[in-house]
């Protein structure tokens, strides 16, 4: 392999959307781990939990809790938060008016 592939590192391109929605469920996913629950994420924006056999979808915090209350498990030490996901920046959605002038040779 050349040497300029000796370094090449993979991120995971997730949307402000997805983020957010993962930092809201920290308090569900935190229960579910310390209960050995196993649980993945879906898309759009859902939390898919294997509970007795069955997968389990969850699309908001107050859904999570209400299904660890059904559970028997306990409840997260935190409540919902309203957190605002930030805009896009408007240098992405402004269309150019003008043409670009071109270089001439």
Request: proline fraction near 8%; glycine fraction near 4%; charge should be positive.
């Amino acid at each position: 392999m050349p040497n300029e592939y000796n370094s090449i590192k993979i991120f995971a391109d997730l949307s402000a959307d997805t983020l957010q929605f993962r930092k809201s469920m920290a308090p569900i996913t935190s229960t579910l781990r310390e209960h050995d629950l196993n649980y993945r994420s879906g898309f759009p924006a859902k939390l898919l939990i294997s509970h007795q056999g069955a997968i389990h979808a969850i699309t908001t915090l107050k859904q999570g809790i209400q299904k660890l209350r059904d559970w028997g498990l306990p409840q997260p030490a935190t409540e919902p938060t309203k957190t605002k996901v930030p805009k896009m920046s408007l240098e992405w959605t402004v269309k150019r008016k003008t043409a670009l002038p071109l270089e001439h040779a």
